[in-house]
Structure formats: C-alpha cells, structure tokens
C-alpha cells in the first residue's frame, strides 16, 4: 500500500515536472558559460568622464548639509551628464551635491541622457522607445522608480539595446543579439526568468522555491523507488538488475539509479539559492560584538583622513573616475576607480600609499567586536570557503576564527580592507548552494578542467534522466486520454 502510494506520488510529480527538469538541464549546459547580461561597474565607468582636481576641501562640501551631521559614507563620481557630484549618506537622509557649487543634483535631461546614451555604441541611434513597465531584460520591480525608462536601439550589426533610467540617468542594461540569445537558451530558462513571473519578486521567489521544492520531493521518492525495487529483484534472482523489460521504464530506473541522487542536489540546491535554512535547524546566535567600520558608531571620521583627496585627482593624472571614503576599523580608506582599475590607499598617511594591514590591526579589530578568544592566521591558499573556481579572489589574507556560539570566521584581505565572513549556518547553506549546484569548493576549483568533466557528465545524466521521464509521461497521458475517451465512447 505505501509502495503504491510512493509510486503514485512519484509518477503525478514527475508527470508535472518532467519538462520543466529537462529544461533546467538543457539550459545549465549554457549556465556553464553564458550568463543573464548585465551592466558592469567597468561597462559604466568606460562611458562617463573624468574627475578634475579642481574640487572644494571635503569639509566645504560637508557644511552644506546640516552643521555636525554624522556621515556614514561619502562617494564623488561623474555623473552619466558629466557633472561632477558627491554622495553623502547619513543616518537619516542621503545628499546629491554638485561638486563644484552649493546645488543639488538636479533631474538630468533627455538631451543628456541621448548624449550619455551615444557613449555606448559607436553606432547611430535608429529608435528609442520609452518604457512605463518592465521587459524581458529588465524584469526587475525594484525599476519601477527608475520609469519611464529610455530604449536606445543602434544600427550595428550586433543590435545593441540600451537601457536607461530617466530618473537617474543610469545605464540599467546593455544587451547585444549574441547575449540575448544565449540568455534565451540558458539564464531565461533555468532561473524562470520570464518577465510576467520575475518582475513579482516575492511570487517568482516562492514559485521557484515551491517547484524545486516538490521537484526534489519527487526525486527522493523515484531514487528510494529505484533501490527497492533492485532489492527486490535481487532477492528474486539472486542478482542485481532492473525488474522492468519496457524500455522507457528500464533505462528510466538505471539512469535514475545512477544520476538519481545528483538530479537531486542539483534540484535542491536550486531551491537553496532562494531559501533561507530555518532557525528551528541552525539557530544563529546574536552577535556578541560591535559592529561597524569606525569603532560601534558606523560613522565617518573624515578628520581622520590625512591625505587630500585632491592629490589622489592629481597623482593618478586626471584619470580617476571615482573615489570613496571608507575605511577598516579605525583606518581610513579611500578606494580609487580609474578607468582600467582599481586602487585602495591608506588615508591616514600624508602620500599616496598602498594600503597593508597588519596582523595587530586586524586582530585589534575583531577582539574590540568579540569577547571571546580568537585566533588569526594568514591564508595563502584557498580552503572550502574563501575559494573561487575562477581564481578571482585575492591571496594572501588573514582568516580569523572566533570561538562564539556560532563559530565564526572572518576572511580579510589586507590589500583592500575588503571582509567576507561565515557562521556555522552560512556554512551550512554554503554547502547546501554553491557546493551541491556549482561544486564550488576546494578540491575541483583547483583543478578547472576536472571540474568541467564532473559537471558535463552529471549533467548528461541528469539530462537523459530527465528525458526519459519525459517519455514516461507521454506514454502515462496517452493511456489515460485513450481509457477517457473510450469510456466517453461508451456512454
């Protein structure tokens, strides 16, 4: 009896999910090497101007807001029209300041936003359309402050859509015919990105979640099927081997035997990169420590800040294309964006210094945050954790390991000030996403081409898997819609 219900279950879940299994697979093969097209900070920076040295002292610019507000963070950029502006955020309200006079940002034109637009593509414009709703390359509801939105199309021979905000006058996406068809194979598909479901965020997150969810359901169920019924011809005829003669339900048990319990994770996994792990499995303790960048307050110290930052303007020959106020406990940071990189200089020094935190600053940082014992080591090789299967993450850095209740761990790069952390429950939903979906840990990041034949191969199992379900339900709804119709016949 519960066999026949186990089977049932498994045989209207996979009738169900057949096609959708098939398409994830087929779609994951061009996941390996095509992604959803996106707007790069490097794509955006490659468009705008550069920032002149001719700027006020960054206390000027701080006294046309409220005298002695708290700042939580500071960023003067080229705007997509040009004009040179800071960012300030404070607890409670955020600023646009134009640099060079006491104005706010003001709404940009659509003649400046035509002429960001040209920056683009070398190509004439040929039509614009202006967007009140999303569309299938930007599903997103967070847009609907941006609208309208402006559609640029140029006349290459690559069909170029650019898109952007009239609000802000922001690039929001670059598309070109060869990444649009490849999403259509690959990210549409596989993430169920069609733009009626996406642009719900909280629908097509629970969508996403329901149906991984019961896909993995159906998966437990056919792979606890599978070796019941090997035992089962095992006890018969003293041999392993599949019961079924049929073709479709015998390669359907083999193949699922085999690939069974990797079709499994791969469709778990997928649920796992919307879900969160509920506390009544991992329960994350509260922090024991301070949090922040500037001792507990989270707030700037911009007196801090010994070096102007008009000589970064200067020194880096009227290249850079932003630059930010932060910093790492009690060092001040400025981060510089110039058109092909990326510099973070340690602002308490009177010169233009590379920045390199040492051991005792990191680790005065993390026992001024934690009251229990930690340990800090320098880490010059990946572990399961700080690993990237693409080798972008840099190396050396300091890892540091708390002995809390939810046994954390910090990973620091001294270079940039930049943090990545982990819990026992981070951890856990690490293994249960990226490691089970992408196999993102030590061992195969380190070794790229075996990474590539474990995921081809699994996914070929995956795929024939899926496929032969498919077959298996055609066959299934065929005989139900011919007893239905001869039973019709009848009456």
């Known amino acids: 009896m519960l066999k026949r219900i186990i089977y049932s279950i498994h045989r209207v879940l996979g009738t169900c999910l057949c096609i959708l299994f098939l398409m994830w697979f087929l779609s994951g093969f061009v996941m390996i090497y095509h992604n959803f097209p996106r707007v790069t900070p490097q794509d955006r920076n490659r468009a705008i101007g550069i920032l002149s040295a001719d700027m006020p002292e960054i206390e000027e610019v701080l006294n046309r807001i409220y005298p002695d507000t708290s700042i939580q963070k500071i960023n003067l950029k080229i705007t997509s029209y040009g004009q040179s502006a800071f960012e300030i955020s404070t607890k409670d309200s955020s600023y646009n300041l134009v640099a060079d006079s006491s104005e706010f940002i003001r709404k940009v034109s659509y003649a400046q936003i035509e002429n960001y637009a040209q920056k683009w593509c070398s190509a004439d414009i040929v039509k614009v359309d202006t967007l009140s709703e999303v569309d299938q390359w930007i599903p997103f509801n967070r847009l609907a402050k941006d609208m309208p939105i402006y559609k640029f199309h140029f006349g290459d021979s690559e069909k170029h859509q650019l898109y952007i905000s009239s609000r802000r006058g922001e690039a929001l996406q670059f598309t070109d015919k060869n990444s649009r068809f490849w999403a259509w194979l690959g990210a549409i598909p596989h993430w169920v990105y069609f733009t009626s479901l996406r642009q719900d965020g909280e629908l097509w997150n629970t969508t996403v979640i329901w149906l991984s969810g019961l896909g993995s359901v159906m998966c437990l169920l056919g792979f606890g099927l599978g070796i019941y019924m090997l035992v089962k011809q095992y006890r018969r005829k003293k041999k392993l081997g599949t019961p079924y003669r049929k073709f479709s339900y015998k390669w359907h048990h083999v193949l699922g035997f085999v690939f069974g319990i990797f079709v499994f994770t791969f469709v778990f996994s997928g649920m796992m990169s919307l879900a969160s792990i509920p506390d009544w499995i991992i329960k994350e303790s509260k922090p024991s420590g301070r ?96 690993v990237d299967r693409k080798n972008k993450l840099p190396l050396p850095v300091y890892k540091i390991d708390i002995d809390d209740a939810d046994r954390t761990t910090y990973y620091v790069n001294p270079q940039t000030g930049d943090v990545r952390s982990f819990t026992t429950k981070s951890r856990m939903h690490k293994w249960m996403y990226q490691g089970l979906h992408s196999f993102n840990f030590k061992f195969l990041a380190e070794h790229p081409i075996l990474w590539n034949m474990v995921m081809w191969v699994i996914m070929i199992g995956g795929t024939l898997v899926s496929l032969s379900g498919v077959l298996l339900s055609y066959k299934y709804l065929r005989r139900k819609f011919k007893r239905l119709t001869k039973k019709n016949c009848k009456e």
Not at 315 to 320: E, G, R, T
Not at 338 to 354: E, F, M, Q, W
């Open 291 to 386: 949090r922040g960048m500037f001792g507990s307050s989270s707030m700037l110290k911009t007196q801090a800040y010994q070096l102007d930052y008009r000589a970064i303007l200067l020194y880096y020959a009227n290249d850079v294309k932003s630059l930010e106020w932060t910093g790492f406990d009690n060092t001040p940071i400025y981060k510089v964006v110039t058109t092909d990189s990326t510099y973070v200089l340690d602002a308490s020094a009177n010169n233009i210094t590379p920045l390199i935190l040492t051991e005792q600053v990191v680790k005065d940082k993390y026992t001024s945050q934690h009251k229990e014992p930690i340990a800090v080591s320098v880490m010059t090789e990946y572990d399961n954790y700080y």
